[in-house]
């Protein structure tokens, strides 16, 4: 069972707009920052989002990022059939004492 | 460019000791805000942090495998050893090393990754 709650698999369209939350805490989410990894199966994870909203160099903006209170959101427009990928948040939790990661989201592009 | 590589053994039996080896390049972990962390997938599963070590030398470690684990740094060959004790078959899975920015918390840089399997 994850710390940070995320939906096991979502689906949409190309070219749709597909929103993937993740839910914590006040000890993890609601007092540190956010980040969001990109997984396609066989593959190292890929950092998607840092610091909540911001990017890492060489990732689109079709990638966009958010937080409020205890949650977070990872937003994906404009689908491509190559973002169909697992997707995992992850923060800091201070109750526990170290990072946690949710328990990721597949993406499906029908 | 940032690498990291991670190396140790594909196959170990239950109870022993797995030492795997992080080696990489493009920082320091002398630097401040520089930490190496291991993160772990067994097959069909979620990511799982397993312990952090900073700039500092300071530790962080799972909750659930903290009596299992230790992790240390040699700065001057660029490397960090983690060591899991007590292997079991439920720890078979894809183990990770990554850059952390502590400013953040996030893992920017990653290993390929190193498939180990528990079996006897």
């Known amino acids: 069972q994850s710390v940070l709650t995320q939906p096991p698999s979502t689906s949409e369209i190309p070219g749709q707009r597909v929103v993937i939350s993740c839910s914590g805490s006040?000890?993890?989410?609601?007092?540190?920052?956010v980040s969001w990894y990109q997984q396609v199966p066989g593959t190292a994870p890929k950092l998607l989002i840092y610091?909540?909203?911001q990017w890492p160099s060489g990732v689109p903006g079709r990638f966009s990022g958010s937080k409020s209170g205890t949650s977070a959101s990872l937003a994906i427009s404009g689908l491509q059939s190559d973002d169909e990928a697992d997707y995992y948040c992850?923060?800091?939790?201070?109750?526990?004492?170290?990072?946690?990661f949710g328990g990721g989201t597949k993406l499906t592009v029908l | 460019q940032v690498t990291l590589r991670e190396s140790g053994p594909a196959l170990v039996k239950p109870t022993q000791t797995l030492t795997l080896t992080c080696t990489f390049s493009?920082?320091?972990?002398?630097?401040?805000?520089?930490?190496v962390s291991w993160i772990r997938q067994p097959p069909g599963k979620a990511l799982e942090w397993l312990a952090v070590?900073?700039?500092?030398?300071?530790?962080y470690f799972s909750t659930s495998l903290k009596t299992r684990l230790t992790i240390s740094k040699d700065t001057s060959s660029n490397q960090v050893v983690l060591k899991m004790t007590n292997m079991d078959p439920m720890d078979t899975a894809t183990y990770y090393c990554a850059r952390i920015t502590w400013n953040g918390i996030y893992a920017d840089h990653w290993g390929q990754g190193l498939q180990v399997t528990v079996s006897s």
């Open positions: 006040t000890s993890n989410i609601g007092s540190n920052f």
């Open positions: 610091k909540n909203r």
């Open positions: 992850a923060t800091w939790d201070d109750s526990l004492n170290g990072p946690v």
């Open positions: 493009g920082f320091s972990l002398s630097s401040n805000g520089m930490c």
């Open positions: 070590i900073d700039w500092e030398n300071d530790k």
